[in-house]
């Protein structure tokens, strides 16, 4: 039942999303616009080390919304600042004096883009109860079955099976990824301390009963995933 629940959840929360950001950008006026970008993303999105994420092809409403999250952050002050947008330091002033067109196109551009595969890593991880598994098989698990016993709905439902996510609805690509971003993504919703996944709180609760063991290993299999 808990399952259902949450699955009609995360579909209200697509249409919510879907409803919520337009884009209208032009990619090749974003790619005028990108060099900035590039030092840390890569001239194609594709950055060239875990620090920074990969962005390209990751769907444009979802890029818009996160540069939008980001640039709302960065120009917020005060009180105001824990409870705006998208907290990334990194990305500070680097969206000052982009107007939303700017977004747009910049957006257009990287969701043009293709995704290279960072693969994942033959790895074993511990889970609660002490024993030792394989961590492919547990994320292939994760990903596509989720875990019933504690109430984690499977990521297909929303990223698809083979991880393109749903452009149309806002949710990003994730397969190729770096592990160690999603890792960091899936602790930050898990412990709400990133917020910008809308009212219906989509990701907060998805990752919420997730283990570290399921973290990592879930991220190590998108990472391969394709």
Not at 141 to 163: I, K, L
Request: with cysteine.
């Amino acid at each position: 039942m808990k399952k259902h629940v949450l699955s009609l959840l995360l579909a209200m929360g697509a249409a919510a999303l879907t409803q919520s950001v337009s884009a209208a950008g032009d990619a090749s006026a974003g790619a005028d616009k990108s060099a900035v970008c590039a030092a840390c993303h890569g001239a194609d999105g594709n950055s060239p080390a875990p620090t920074f994420p990969k962005i390209a092809g990751l769907g444009e409403k979802y890029i818009l919304k996160q540069l939008r999250d980001i640039q709302a952050w960065d120009q917020a002050s005060g009180d105001d600042k824990a409870t705006t947008g998208r907290a990334i330091p990194e990305m500070t002033g680097q969206l000052s004096g982009l107007s939303d067109q700017d977004l747009q196109d910049l957006a257009a551009h990287y969701a043009a883009q293709t995704m290279q595969l960072t693969g994942s890593k033959e790895m074993t991880v511990k889970i609660n109860s002490g024993e030792v598994v394989d961590a492919l098989e547990l994320g292939q698990r994760t990903f596509r079955a989720g875990n019933q016993e504690t109430g984690v709905p499977a990521c297909t439902g929303c990223h698809s099976p083979t991880g393109v996510g749903n452009a149309p609805a806002g949710y990003p690509r994730l397969g190729g990824q770096y592990a160690e971003y999603i890792e960091k993504q899936l602790h930050a919703f898990r412990a709400g301390e990133r917020t910008n996944d809308g009212d219906q709180m989509i990701m907060r609760l998805a990752a919420k009963n997730l283990s570290d063991s399921e973290i990592k290993a879930l991220a190590n299999y998108i990472a391969g995933l394709h």
